[in-house]
């Protein structure tokens, strides 16, 4: 980054950030954080940024206390979503979502695509739930993504072999890329 041919802005700052949480690597991770700060005080995107690096570490209670300081500075985290468009609408859908017209058929499609996936080797990459919680409970938060949901909604409801088009406002996580390839192989 520092023999960049111009001056680095926050976003590639960020992409290191993240690549921190990869890593695991806090000490690189708060340096950075401190750089985009001062780059974009107000962009809420760091602090979440940051508490993820801490979660990603098990560093609990740092993660915590990164989304109270949000929360004092009035800064919330927009919650991702996916969307496609079907028929000139466009159908939002987001992670555990039950409010589409459509739930019961989108939920019972997963689950099928979930299934027949895992049997073409699909493996759920756990690594991306930033939760404490049980193994399972982790599991259960991927399959139920906003990408997963809204690739099952096309799926349901276009023609074989039409391409389905997903919309995300933040970035797709490496086990919904993962999933979503494996979808392409058993739905052909």
Known sequence: ???MPFEPD????RALLDSCRIHLN???GKRVAKRILALEPK???TYILVSNLYSASGRWHCSEMVRENMRDMGFRKHPGRSWIIFQNKIHFFYARDKSHPQTKDIYSGLEI????????GYVPDTSFVLHDVEEHQKKDFLFNHSAKL???YGLLMSRPGKPIRIVKNILLCWDCHTFLKHVSVVTK
């Open 1 to 3: 980054i520092n023999t």
């Open 10 to 13: 926050a976003s590639i700052w």
């Open 26 to 28: 806090t000490t690189i």
């Open 43 to 45: 962009d809420p995107s």
């Open 113 to 120: 695509l979930i299934l027949e996936c895992l049997k073409a």
């Open 150 to 152: 809204a690739a099952t």
